[in-house]
C-alpha cells in the first residue's frame, strides 16, 4: 500500500485525512486520524452518522476502525464516482442537485417525525455521484435533532443558490427550478410545513438555534451569508405558500 497525506488539520479541525492506494496506484481507501480529544469526538460523531447511513441505506463505508489511549483513525472504503464542483453554482449544477435531492428523498421520506436526523452538511461537494445512484460522505456533523425533515436538501439548495449569486444575478429559471425542487420535497413527504412559507428565513432560524452543531463553522455556511434582504426577496419568490 502507498499512503498519501491530502488535508491536514483542515478548519483546524484536527483531522488528517490520507489517500492510500494499492500497488497498481489505484486509491483503495481514505484515513481518517485524529490525536486531540475534541478531534477524536468528532470523528467518532462521523462514525455514528455513517454508521446510521448504512443502515438506512445499506452502504458501507467503514473497512477498519483503530482507537488507541490517545490516537483514533477510521478507514474509508473509497469509492469511485463523479465529484461535482460546487462552486459551478446553482444552474450549472442543477442536474446534481435534482440527484442530490432524489438521493435524500430516498432516504429521509421512510422517517418518522420521532425518527429525523440531519447529516448536518449536505452538499454538493459531500456527495459521491455514480450511475447506480449516490453516496454521502462526511457525516461530521450528523445530529439526531427535532430539526425538521427537508432541512438537509434546503441546505444544499441555498448553498448553491449563494454561490451562484456571488457571480450574477439570480434568473428567473433558477427560481423556478427551485420552487420545483420544493415541490419535489413535499410530493416525496420530504419538507416539513415550517418551510413552505419562508424556508431561507427558517433555514436561519434554526441554524442559529442549534448553534452547537456547527460551532465556530456557523457563520461559514452559504446559508448564513445571505442577509436579511436577500433572504426576504428570495423567500418571496421561492416558497410553497400557494403550491
Known amino acids: 500500500m502507498i499512503s498519501s497525506l491530502i488535508r491536514a488539520n483542515a478548519n483546524e479541525s484536527g483531522i488528517f485525512l490520507t489517500l492510500i492506494y494499492d500497488l497498481e496506484y489505484k486509491p483503495v ?13 468528532k470523528l467518532k460523531n462521523e462514525i455514528r452518522g455513517v454508521t446510521w447511513y448504512h443502515e438506512n441505506s445499506g452502504i458501507n463505508q467503514i473497512s477498519k476502525i483503530t482507537e488507541l489511549s490517545r490516537y483514533y483513525s477510521v478507514l474509508f472504503n473509497f469509492f469511485n464516482g463523479k465529484k461535482a464542483n460546487f462552486r459551478d453554482g446553482y444552474w450549472l449544477n442543477r442536474s446534481y442537485i435534482e440527484r442530490a435531492v432524489e438521493g435524500y428523498c430516498e432516504i429521509w421520506s421512510k422517517l418518522l417525525k420521532t425518527e429525523i436526523v440531519i447529516h448536518g452538511d449536505y452538499s454538493i461537494d459531500n456527495i459521491i455521484f455514480r450511475e447506480d445512484g449516490l453516496i454521502i460522505i462526511d457525516w461530521e456533523h450528523f445530529t439526531p435533532s427535532n ?29 423556478c427550478h427551485a420552487n420545483e425542487m420544493l415541490k419535489s420535497l413535499k410530493i416525496n413527504d420530504c419538507l416539513d410545513k415550517k418551510f413552505f412559507n419562508a424556508p431561507l428565513d427558517t433555514m436561519q432560524e434554526y441554524l442559529s438555534d442549534n448553534s452547537q452543531i456547527w460551532g465556530k463553522q456557523l457563520n461559514k455556511l452559504p446559508v448564513m451569508k445571505f ?11 421561492i416558497n410553497l405558500r400557494t403550491n
Not at 153 to 175: F, G, T, W
Open 29 to 41: 481507501y481514505i484515513k481518517k486520524s485524529a490525536s486531540e480529544t475534541a478531534s477524536i469526538k
Open 147 to 175: 430539526i425538521p425533515k427537508g432541512f438537509d436538501a434546503l441546505n444544499l439548495i441555498y448553498e448553491q443558490i449563494y454561490i451562484l449569486s456571488l457571480k450574477q444575478k439570480i434568473s428567473s429559471k433558477v427560481i
Open 227 to 237: 442577509n436579511k434582504l436577500e433572504c426576504n426577496n428570495l423567500d418571496s419568490k
